[in-house]
């Protein structure tokens, strides 16, 4: 099946810096990508829906300022937490759809777990 | 518009006995509904997913849901429940044939007692 890679899984950064993360659709090209929020024990908070060549669309309440999404290609995705502070740590999971009349699915990535100290 | 609602955010079974975890949907199309796993500091595994062929649908680790057009619903049930299957269980539908939001269920947490 097709495989989404999300990178890092991992990471700690210091308060007031910027955070890359990538995800990629290896094997399929995704034309929209979606970038989810997950706080402790709750379900996953849909950010944005990333669109290859256009701006990406934030659901109200997330600033797109601080979530920079950038969809530069089919493959490549990338949410940049800006200048992050505690309340940005969270688990952060992207998933690309393949759409179609009857084979439609979602794949996800493994997510990121993001620390600001 | 799509939405899901699952039922119950906490579910506790005994091992060995059968499991339940309720979904009811809403979506102004025919919808693909998915069932994902996701165990603690994990990403999301598919469990199975309805695309509109067979209403009862078979996944992985002895998981199955029926679809029930009439009554909006797509439950996940397993026989019998075994300690591994304690983890969230999050009913996902997508509005096939366009493209659409992934709209995601609150989550339902399966504690699985011994």
């Given at each position: 099946g097709a495989v989404v890679s999300q990178h890092p899984s991992r990471v700690i950064c210091k308060s007031g810096t910027s955070v890359k993360i990538e995800c990629r659709s290896l094997d399929f090209q995704a034309t929209t990508m979606?970038?989810?929020?997950?706080f402790p024990k709750q379900s996953l908070?849909?950010?944005?829906?990333?669109?290859?060549?256009?701006?990406?669309t934030y659901e109200q309440g997330v600033e797109k300022d601080k979530f920079l999404i950038n969809h530069a290609s089919l493959t490549l995705s990338t949410l940049t937490v800006t200048?992050?502070?505690?309340?940005?740590?969270?688990?952060?999971?992207?998933?690309?759809?393949?759409?179609?009349?009857?084979?439609?699915?979602?794949?996800?990535g493994q997510g990121t777990r993001l620390t600001v100290v | 518009a799509q939405s899901v609602t699952q039922l119950d955010s906490h579910v506790s079974v005994s091992e060995g006995t059968p499991v339940l975890l309720r979904c009811n949907y809403s979506s102004s199309y025919s919808p693909s509904l998915f069932w994902y796993v996701q165990h603690p500091n994990k990403g999301l595994q598919l469990l199975l997913k309805y695309t509109s062929a067979a209403t009862l649908v078979k996944g992985i680790n002895g998981f199955e849901a029926e679809f029930k057009k009439s009554e909006t619903s797509f439950h996940l049930t397993k026989p019998s429940a075994h300690m591994s299957d304690a983890a969230e269980y999050f009913c996902v539908v997508i509005h096939r044939g366009s493209q659409g939001n992934l709209i995601f269920g609150k989550g339902t947490k399966l504690s699985v007692k011994p």
């Open positions: 979606f970038w989810y929020r997950q908070m849909l950010m944005a829906t990333s669109n290859e060549g256009s701006k990406a200048s992050a502070h505690p309340e940005d740590s969270s688990f952060y999971i992207c998933s690309a759809a393949v759409w179609g009349q009857l084979n439609t699915e979602a794949f996800f | -």
